[in-house]
């Protein structure tokens, strides 16, 4: 049974930093694409981050410069680390694997249940 489980998240001050990690089982992270989607209540997801290796990473513009994607394939994890936080990153963020790495949602097979990430002002 494939699970991807994420931890990390938590209550942060605008500025701070935080690194949420999706630890995968029942399947092996290095022969698929990784993301990292977040959501909003009465949003939809929206795309973050996304890798199938470290040159080919890609993020969304809200992020550029601030989170950095990666993974460590000898613990199966992929990680996120998010600096210099802002309010409006605050939501649930999901990690996923799929086939390909995309800022799409559609390519991701598995699912996270999501970390809660809230950053106050």
């Known amino acids: 049974q494939v699970q991807l489980v994420e931890s990390g998240g938590g209550l942060v001050q605008a500025g701070g930093s935080l690194r949420l990690s999706c630890a995968a089982s029942?399947?092996?992270?290095?022969?698929?694409?990784v993301g990292w989607f977040r959501q909003t209540p009465g949003k939809a997801r929206e795309f973050v981050a996304s890798?199938?290796?470290?040159?080919?990473?890609i993020y969304a513009d809200s992020v550029k410069g601030r989170f950095t994607i990666s993974r460590d394939n000898a613990k199966n994890t992929v990680y996120l680390q998010m600096n210099s936080l802002k309010p409006e990153d605050t939501a649930r963020y999901y990690c996923?694997?799929?086939?390909?790495?995309?800022?799409?949602?559609?390519?991701?097979?598995?699912w996270g249940q999501g970390t809660q990430v809230t950053v106050s002002s």
């Open positions: 996923a694997a799929g086939g390909m790495a995309s800022d799409n949602a559609n390519p991701y097979n598995y």
């Open positions: 029942g399947l092996i992270l290095t022969y698929y694409g």
């Open positions: 890798m199938r290796s470290a040159s080919n990473a």
